[in-house]
């Protein structure tokens, strides 16, 4: 199946930037879209909801601007995170505001609606849907999404424990509309290992976290560039859905990562922390097991500008025909 425009490009990279709940905003949004990968900011992180149309209006005209300055270089389009679940008694108002502005990506989370699906194709925008399984990636796409972002194990924030090799298969096997990879991607390797499991673009978050223009804590800046996977602590503690949290963030809340109890899932709060006083997201600092290659704080530029170059490094390294494959000599031996 071919790409809807909104992701075949042109792009610098086959990615799209995942929408992190306070720390993306317009400015890091239009930074990661001049760079030439899609950016996307959840419409909670717009407060109060009346704020959500002036980002619009801001983003919009901001990336028009942009692309008429710099025609040699392509300027990426955005999406909009909408959390679907009947708990955001925000989603109907907001979603007008997407048709509007005709957001020519929507990204769907927890739940999957028609009428939201619906909705965003009335202008010709597309939705694609987080998915941890592949049975909600069925459900999603019998229920009118256009594609799905597997969420595997690895991911930062909300994420699922299934292996992104195995996730990917199984969706593949059925579906051969857009399919994103989420779980640890921080590498340019991984971007195109991605693509060769059979996704068509990858789903990044840690890594545009420690940029500049991410509005996020210094510390939680300090503490991805010092961190590994085996700082990653998996919990449905702070929000009701599992996770993945940095460990030092949730020592400094005077937690013990070693023995967090389990929460009601059924009692979803997306970052209020329950009675312990810290907050998921302000406290609690999400991130993915890929931030072992995240070794700086630097612009969304140059961010982009290295997951390029290891891109293209990891492409001269084996054949690239629509999969990626190592070279190897007769004898079976890798050159």
């Not at 673009?201 to 996977?229: C, P, Q, W």
């Amino acid at each position: 199946m071919t790409l809807p425009p909104a992701l075949s490009g042109p792009l610098a990279l086959p990615v799209v930037a995942s929408p992190l709940f306070i720390i993306s905003d317009p400015r890091l949004v239009a930074a990661q879209c001049k760079a030439g990968v899609i950016g996307s900011f959840p419409a909670l992180n717009a407060r109060p909801a009346a704020l959500l149309r002036e980002w619009l209006t801001e983003l919009t005209e901001d990336l028009a601007r942009h692309a008429a300055e710099h025609p040699e270089s392509p300027t990426a389009p955005f999406a909009v995170n909408q959390i679907v679940h009947r708990s955001n008694d925000r989603l109907e108002a907001d979603l007008r505001a997407c048709v509007e502005f005709e957001v020519p990506i929507v990204i769907t989370s927890l739940g999957a609606r028609p009428e939201v699906n619906e909705a965003v194709h009335s202008y010709g925008g597309i939705v694609l849907h987080d998915v941890i399984s592949d049975a909600q990636a069925r459900k999603a796409i019998a229920k009118g999404a256009d594609g799905v972002i597997a969420v595997a194990a690895g991911a930062g924030g909300h994420a699922g424990t299934t292996s992104p090799f195995a996730l990917v298969q199984e969706i593949r096997e059925w579906f051969d509309g857009p399919l994103l990879l989420s779980g640890a991607v921080a590498h340019g390797r991984s971007i195109l290992a991605a693509q060769a499991a059979g996704a068509d673009l990858a789903y990044i978050g840690s890594a545009f976290i420690a940029t500049h223009e991410a509005n996020a804590d210094d510390g939680y800046k300090r503490m991805l560039v010092e961190s590994t996977a085996a700082d990653i602590v998996y919990s449905n503690l702070f929000t009701g859905v599992h996770g993945n949290y940095l460990h030092g963030s949730i020592t400094a809340a005077g937690l013990d990562p070693a023995a967090l109890p389990e929460s009601d899932p059924s009692a979803m709060n997306f970052g209020s922390g329950g009675n312990m006083g810290a907050k998921a997201w302000r406290d609690i600092w999400g991130a993915g097991q890929g931030v072992g290659a995240v070794k700086q704080v630097d612009a969304v530029a140059e961010v982009v500008a290295r997951l390029r170059r290891e891109y293209d490094e990891a492409l001269t390294a084996g054949v690239w025909d629509g999969r990626t494959r190592r070279r190897f000599a007769v004898s079976g031996e890798p050159h």
